[in-house]
């Protein structure tokens, strides 16, 4: 290994180190109370270290959501493609979301975090930008699955996949939300979520007047 590969990797580390050490942090701490001056001295690091992988605090939130987008969207895709018809494609894909809820929820919860920081120009606009592709990609599977039942006639004619996935997207997070601020109880999600995609598949059965 030469001198530049060696350098790389050591960057490398040190970066996935950081990020590491800052999600045990803030997610056992809060993101509001904890500072870069806290994750450079659980690492040992100095605060010069940090800025030289990261801007800023909320550059590193970012950065944790960026990676477990990419969870999201692999777990997605798997589900999407392992379904025999539109409908058991649609039902893996809202399981497998369900699913990354329940097994990640604090990098969930990232997902709705990160519209509300206040501090947003900390955040590189190419980061943020990355961030916004990622989470389209995710609502695009499910567009993408609607799409194919357009096309085998499995979707009623005159529904746009747009709309359907949007809806979906949109009943998946507000039931999810539901649970997150406690006004349902947890046994009741998976219940409530059969329900809504039912109507959501009753509707693409039917044809739009």
């Given at each position: 290994?030469?001198?530049?590969?060696?350098?790389?990797?050591?960057?490398?580390?040190?970066?996935k180190l950081i990020l590491t050490?800052?999600?045990?942090?803030?997610?056992?701490?809060?993101?509001?109370?904890?500072?870069?001056?806290?994750?450079?001295?659980?690492?040992?690091?100095?605060?010069?270290?940090?800025?030289?992988?990261?801007?800023s605090k909320e550059e590193i939130?970012?950065?944790?959501?960026?990676?477990?987008?990419?969870?999201?969207?692999?777990?997605?895709?798997?589900?999407?493609?392992?379904?025999?018809?539109?409908?058991?494609?649609?039902?893996?894909?809202?399981?497998?979301?369900?699913?990354?809820?329940?097994?990640?929820?604090?990098?969930?919860?990232?997902?709705?975090?990160?519209?509300?920081?206040?501090?947003?120009?900390?955040?590189?606009?190419?980061?943020?930008?990355?961030?916004?592709?990622?989470?389209?990609?995710?609502?695009?599977?499910?567009?993408?699955?609607?799409?194919?039942?357009?096309?085998?006639?499995?979707?009623?004619?005159?529904?746009?996949?747009?709309?359907?996935?949007?809806?979906?997207?949109?009943?998946?997070?507000?039931?999810?939300?539901?649970?997150?601020?406690?006004?349902?109880?947890?046994?009741?999600?998976?219940?409530?979520?059969?329900?809504?995609?039912?109507?959501?598949?009753?509707?693409?059965?039917?044809?739009?007047?």
């Open positions: 290994m030469g001198i530049r590969e060696r350098k790389e990797r050591e960057v490398e580390t040190r970066r050490t800052a999600t045990d942090l803030f997610f056992r701490n809060g993101f509001s109370r904890v500072t870069l001056d806290d994750i450079a001295s659980a690492i040992e690091f100095s605060k010069g270290t940090i800025y030289n992988h990261f801007s939130i970012a950065s944790i959501l960026l990676e477990h987008l990419n969870i999201l969207l692999a777990s997605l895709k798997d589900a999407a493609a392992a379904g025999r018809d539109t409908s058991e494609r649609l039902q893996n894909a809202t399981k497998a979301y369900v699913r990354f809820y329940r097994e990640r929820q604090e990098y969930f919860r990232l997902l709705f975090f990160i519209d509300h920081v206040s501090d947003r120009e900390r955040i590189p606009d190419a980061l943020l930008k990355d961030i916004r592709l990622l989470k389209l990609a995710c609502l695009g599977e499910l567009q993408n699955i609607v799409k194919a039942g357009l096309r085998s006639g499995e979707v009623g004619s005159g529904r746009s996949s747009a709309q359907v996935s949007l809806i979906l997207w949109g009943m998946l997070n507000g039931i999810i939300q539901l649970a997150e601020s406690r006004q349902i109880k947890e046994e009741s999600l998976d219940r409530l979520i059969g329900v809504g995609f039912e109507i959501v598949l009753d509707g693409l059965k039917n044809p739009a007047e």
